[in-house]
C-alpha cells in the first residue's frame, strides 16, 4: 500500500493542523510546536475521549517499539503516539518509520517533531512529501515576533496597534513564550484595541527601560529624554548591548525607507511591514540624507564601544544619543 499523500507539503501553520494517520512537526519553535501538539491531542480527543497517548524519545527509541505501540489495542481505543526529539533519533527508529509511513495502523495516530539538522534527512524527506507537515519555524527577528504578535490578536478577534505590537516586542520579546503569555493577558484583560497606553499601563517600566523608547526619542531630536532614558534603563537592569542594537535597526530602517523612491523599492523588497514604513516616513522628516549618514557612524562606534572597546559603556551611548542629536539638527558632529 502506497503512502497517503504523494504531493510536496510546504508547511501549515499550528492554527492549520489537522489530525492524520502521520503528522510530521518541523521546525525549532517550542511555542508553536506545543500549540501544534496540543491542537492534534484536543482533536483527538475529541474523536475519541479515550485516546491512549503515548509518548517516545526518537533518540531512546527501542526497536519495534512503534510496532508494539500503534497495534490494536484489547479495548478498542485509538493511540496517539507523540515522537519527540526526532533530529535526534536512533537508526532503530529511522529504520522502524520509514517502514511504518507505508503502511500506517488504523485508528492510530503518530506525530513526530522535528527541529533541525541532517539527522535522520532520508526519513524527514519522505514524510515532507507523504505527510502533513506542520511549519514551526523560528521565530528569530523583531519583525517575525511582531507578526507572531499580530496573528494571536487577529485569532482573538483584537485589533492591535503597530506602536504597541513594536513596544511588546520591546518590552518582552526575548522568549517568545513570555510574547505569548503578553498576548493572552492582554486579550483576557483588556477590551477593544491594544493601544501605546494599554502596553504602558501593563508593562511600563519595562516599555520605557527598553532600547525602543531610547530609539524613538534619539531619533526624534529629544537628547534630553533619551539620555535619561538610558539612564533608567541601565538602573533597571538593560545591558547597553541591546540599547545600541535598538538605535542601530531603527537608523538601519530609516536608511532604507529614505532609498526607497529613487530606487522604486517596496516594502517587501526591503523586508519590512507596511506599517513599518509608514512610521519610517514619518520619522523621516527633519533628517537629510548626510545627517543618517553620521548617525550610523556614531552608532558604530557605540557599538564597537559597548562591545569592549571603551572604558565607560554608557557613556558610548550617551556620546552617541549626543552625536544622534546633532546630526538631526543639521550641525554634524
Known sequence: MPPRRKTANPGLSWDKAELAPIVLIKGPETVL????RQRLISQAREVDPDTEITQVDAAAYAPAQLGVLSSPSLFGERRLILIDGAEHMNDAFLTDMLAYLWAPEDECWVIVHHRSGQRGKKLIDA?????????CDEIKTDGDKAHFLQQDFRRARRRIEPDATTAIVEAVGSDVAELAAAATQLIADTEGTITMETVRRYYGSRVEASGFAVADAALAGDVPKALALVRHAIETGTSPVPLVAALAMKLRTLAKVAGMQPRGLTARDL???????DRARRELRGWRPEGIGQAIIAVAEADEGVKGAAKDPVYAIEKAILSIGRARSGRGK
Open 127 to 135: 514524510m515532507t512529501k507523504q505527510v502533513p507537515v506542520i511549519a
Open 271 to 277: 523586508g519590512l511591514a507596511p506599517w513599518q514604513v
Open 33 to 36: 510546536a506545543d500549540r501544534a
